[in-house]
């Protein structure tokens, strides 16, 4: 927390009054301090950014598992001449491998299982696999040098999403409403939610501390929304209990929690009454948003068939366009089941299948609406896929941390371009290496906040949400 608040909230009303003996006086002076000092340092949310922003909004299209870049983005026509050889030592350099293939007696290479070809006017490298994406190749930047020390899955998608590989900290989405507040009073400013690919079933679980707040206040973690028609747990009056009824039993708790926070000075307790009024609020406004009746048919065909089905992947890409439209601040989807290590022809087309028609649709319904511009949308997971064979040739890929490729478009990027590039391998990172750090301060270049300047006081230590490592922001990829 801000030292001013730490000072601030380790003096009660009653103590203040009875140290200074100052009486009403005293105690409104505190009480403009306290105001003025909460605008500086921005209560339990900064609410500002640090220079003019690009982008008012992202939607991070988390796709858990890791998805196989030789195979989609990462084309590699030398592959083809080499396909079934070995890996030779000069490549690999003797990094480390995750157990499920260190204890392989060889490496054997395996080509993309995809035809690739130049897409757009920008002349793109983007497979067969991903048909749809190849129709928006101009408005997306391919990074293809992305890079992270993880090689297991929850210390990878841990790292990505909160900076680092430790449970506890708090999650991209959270520093972000942390830093720049809610649009929608109604509506949380973090929003996530979940589903589970055809590509393998079931996926690596997902945690909801990769949602969490951390250390920061707990009302900025984020809210997961389910599919059906009570999109939100608890949210709903017990039966018999009118909207009134619910609105004065709120108001005497509050009461009883100001008082509490009068003895305390704990500012969770008034981070508990600003979450029982979302809650309130709520009541109206998730069923609404929910609610896809009012979305006609063509919006429908332009995101897929699943689009009508509730919890499916394209359903939850069109909800994510409801929220963008509403003014809430960062939207996360996590699609489960890009982890194939084995039946890698079947269950990568399956998981294409499940997610490229309806991601393409989600930029391209943002940019016929006007909202692309001021609308940052990431699609990407922990890490990549290696280019050798796990098991027999072609039958699977083992994970792969040293690059893989994340595509981003809308607020502040320029469109149409392939940032990075891979050795003949698609192995080691050649030019303009991107870690997963620098995406995340990236993010937050977009959306206006500078990751150095953006801290928050905690075991006497300022945390950044890019972690203790340098980072910088890959102006390449900027408008």
């Known amino acids: 927390m801000n030292p001013i608040d730490t000072h601030l909230n380790a003096i009660s009303r009653r103590s203040f009054l009875g140290l200074t003996g100052l009486g009403i006086g005293a105690m409104a002076a505190r009480t403009l ?65 995750t157990g499920m293939t260190s204890g392989q007696k060889s490496f054997p290479l395996c080509k993309s299982l995809a035809r690739f070809e130049q897409r757009g006017e920008s002349g793109q490298w ?3 696999l991903l048909p749809y994406t190849c129709k928006v190749a101009d408005h997306i930047a391919v990074i ?32 972000v409403s942390y830093g720049l507040g809610s649009m929608n009073e109604n509506l949380p400013s973090y929003v996530v939610l979940v589903s589970q690919g055809t590509g393998k079933n079931p996926g690596q679980p997902i945690f909801s501390r990769l949602w969490g707040s951390g250390f920061l206040p707990s009302n900025h973690q984020g809210v997961q929304f389910r599919s059906g028609a009570d999109p939100v747990l608890y949210l709903n009056d017990p039966a018999g209990m009118a909207r009134s009824d619910r609105r004065a039993m709120l108001d005497d708790l509050a009461a009883l929690n100001h008082i509490r926070h009068e003895k305390m000075s704990d500012p969770e307790i ?4 600003s979450q029982y ?50 003014g809430v601040r960062f939207t996360q989807l996590f699609h489960r089941g890009w982890d194939q290590h084995n039946n890698l022809q079947t269950h990568l087309a399956n998981q294409c299948r ?47 941390g040293r690059c893989f490729s994340t595509w981003v478009a809308g607020g502040g990027i320029k469109g149409g371009i ?9 192995y080691n990172i050649t030019e303009n290496p991107v870690h997963i750090r620098d995406l995340n301060a990236t993010i937050l270049n977009c959306l206006g906040m500078d990751h150095n300047r953006f801290t928050f006081r905690f075991q006497g230590l300022n945390h950044k949400p890019t972690g203790v490592e340098p980072a910088k922001v890959v102006k390449g990829i900027l408008a």
């Open 354 to 400: 499940d997610t490229d028609q309806a991601s393409a649709a989600l930029v391209t319904d943002l940019h016929q609406r006007g909202l692309l511009e001021d609308t940052l949308v990431v699609w990407g997971g922990e890490f990549g896929r290696t280019v050798y064979s796990q098991g027999k040739i072609g039958t699977g890929r083992d994970h792969h």
């Open 33 to 97: 301090l306290a105001a003025d000092a909460k605008s500086l340092s921005g209560g339990d949310s900064l609410a500002r950014s640090h220079f003019a922003p690009k982008a008012k909004r992202v939607i991070y299209l988390f796709q858990s598992g890791g998805p196989s870049h030789i195979d989609l983005f990462d084309y590699k026509p030398h592959l083809e001449k080499v396909h079934g050889q070995d890996l030779p030592d000069s490549v690999r350099q003797g990094q480390r491998l």
């Open 126 to 128: 983007i497979s067969d």
């Open 418 to 426: 392939s940032y990075g590039a891979t050795d003949d391998y698609s």
């Open 270 to 273: 008034l981070t508990r009454i």
């Open 277 to 326: 009024e979302m809650a309130f609020r709520m009541q109206t406004s998730a069923p609404e948003l929910a609610d896809l009746s009012d979305e006609p048919d063509w919006v429908f065909d332009l995101y897929g068939p699943e689009s009508r089905t509730p919890g499916t992947y394209a359903y939850n890409c069109l909800l994510a366009r409801r929220m963008a439209e509403r």
């Open 144 to 175: 293809r040098s992305m890079h992270t020390e993880a090689i297991n899955h929850d210390p990878g998608i841990t790292f990505i999403n909160t900076g680092s590989q430790f449970p506890g900290n708090p999650s991209m989405g959270s520093w």
